[in-house]
T-cell receptor, first 113, second 116 residues
Framework: AQSVTQLGSHVSVSEGALVLLRCNYS??????LFWYVQYPNQGLQLLLKYTTGATLVKGINGFEAEFKKSETSFHLTKPSAHMSDAAEYFCAVSSTGRRALTFGSGTRLQVQP | ETGVTQTPRHLVMGMTNKKSLKCEQHLGHNAMYWYKQSAKKPLELMFVYNFKEQTENNSVPSRFSPECPNSSHLFLHLHTLQPEDSALYLCASSQDLQVWGPGELFFGEGSRLTVL
């Protein structure tokens, strides 16, 4: 079975500050890991994904995430928050043989001016 | 045309009504999905279709009835729903099922359902 835990349902940062959204996963086989973003009244949009190879993955809008197998983590970071980053962020896991993604509960990011 | 289109965007229905949600994808994908998004809960996978065939029903109550007439269209027929069924229903598509590799899911904007 697979599962995803996102620590912190709400995160608030100041504009220009570091963004760190935490994601831990559980998987009995090598995972594929994803971060999606959901802006108000919209569907989910892929930010980045890890499949194999380089453990530091760069995505859109300046976000990146690092796969750490020993810590079963895939935390999302951005060096400098922008007001437009305010949204809900979802971590998801899958693997070969699974039919669909398993999502975490989401983290709502607030960016204060 | 955007990639995945869902209609209606908002729906209010009584518990005795029958209504349907529609999803259409213009991406040439083979797999389509229904997810339920409720406040403060993880996205819940409801149904998966691959080449029009249902490959997964995640223990969804029979008051939700999916239909996939072709690879581009997916419906969710609703009848005798309960207030706790109020949620955002998201449709997604992918090139193939995840079983073949880490394919990206493309989501529609969702249908916000309120059951009175």
């Amino acid at each position: 079975a697979q599962s995803v835990t996102q620590l912190g349902s709400h995160v608030s940062v100041s504009e220009g500050a570091l963004v760190l959204l935490r994601c831990n996963y559980s998987s009995s086989v090598p995972p594929y890991l994803f971060w999606y973003v959901q802006y108000p009244n919209q569907g989910l949009q892929l930010l980045l994904k890890y499949t194999t190879g380089a453990t530091l993955v760069k995505g859109i809008n300046g976000f990146e995430a690092e796969f750490k197998k020993s810590e079963t983590s895939f935390h999302l970071t951005k060096p400098s928050a922008h007001m437009s980053d305010a949204a809900e962020y979802f971590c998801a896991v899958s693997s070969t043989g699974r039919r669909a993604l398993t999502f975490g509960s989401g983290t709502r990011l607030q960016v204060q001016p | 045309e955007t990639g995945v289109t869902q209609t209606p965007r908002h729906l209010v229905m009584g518990m005795t009504n029958k209504k349907s949600l529609k999803c259409e994808q213009h991406l040439g994908h083979n797999a389509m999905y229904w997810y339920k998004q409720s406040a403060k809960k993880p996205l819940e996978l409801m149904f998966v279709y691959n080449f029009k065939e249902q490959t997964e029903n995640n223990s969804v109550p029979s008051r939700f009835s999916p239909e996939c007439p072709n690879s581009s269209h997916l419906f969710l027929h609703l009848h005798t729903l309960q207030p706790e069924d109020s949620a955002l229903y998201l449709c997604a598509s992918s090139q193939d099922l995840q079983v073949w590799g880490p394919g990206e899911l493309f989501f529609g904007e969702g249908s916000r359902l309120t059951v009175l």
